[in-house]
């Protein structure tokens, strides 16, 4: 039997994705899954919406950290994407880094040596330049509605594809970990499978909670 494919549709600067992103990491290691990680943007997602001005500052601030995360994608593919998120991720949200460029340029540097370069590696460092620009906004909102427009409009990230459905969640906190994370993954294809499941949820008790 050929491994569940899971897609997941994440934004660099949101708590919830980064720690069902970590689930389906631990996911991977107790069940035959593959998990392929793609760019939403939060910033694209709340265009035209009437935010209080803090949530406005933080959405414009947001197109930057996801432009780069697409940009490692169509630069380097699938798997550097994956090194990617959990590099600055790592930063932004266990490591309570300031979202600024400065997490962003140093997850470059890390996944410029992992791939055997320099940390100053200009092919990884260049990808800097799309923190700031526009220019590839167009392949950033088709990444986002790939991921998003089969979910509907009333949710956020993380959103999953399985089992050809697109589910907004689980939201976890903290991340469980090995058998604890199999067995929430076991329910949740459980669920995913049935052409008649469409929503579960209670009210959230917890802020994210990181190791």
Do not use: G, Q
């Given at each position: 039997m050929s491994a569940t494919t899971v897609d997941f549709?994440?934004?660099?600067?949101?708590?919830?994705?980064?720690?069902?992103?970590?689930?389906m990491l631990e996911v991977e290691q107790v069940r035959d899954v593959r998990t392929r990680f793609h760019v939403m943007s939060l910033s694209v997602l709340n265009e035209g919406r009437d935010l209080p001005p803090e949530y406005r500052a933080m959405m414009d601030a947001a197109w930057g950290p996801a432009r780069v995360a697409l940009a490692v994608e169509e630069r380097f593919g699938q798997d550097a994407l994956r090194e990617f998120y959990t590099a600055v991720g790592t930063r932004i949200h266990p490591g309570r880094s300031e979202r600024s460029p400065a997490p962003i340029a140093a997850a470059l540097a890390d996944l410029a040596v992992a791939s055997g370069s320099t940390?100053?590696?200009p092919a990884y460092l260049s990808l800097m330049d799309a923190l700031d620009t526009d220019a590839n906004d167009a392949a950033l909102r088709a990444s986002h509605h790939a991921g998003m427009d089969p979910v509907g409009l009333d949710v956020g990230t993380p959103v999953l594809h399985v089992n050809g459905k697109a589910i907004f969640g689980p939201v976890v906190s903290p991340a469980p970990k090995g058998e604890e994370a199999g067995r929430l993954f076991d329910g949740f294809l459980a669920l995913?499978?049935?052409?008649?499941?469409?929503?579960?949820?209670?009210?959230?008790?917890v802020d994210p909670l990181f190791d």
């Open positions: 549709w994440f934004d660099p600067i949101c708590p919830w994705a980064w720690l069902t992103s970590r689930w940390a100053d590696d995913t499978s049935s052409s008649a499941f469409f929503e579960l949820k209670r009210s959230r008790t």
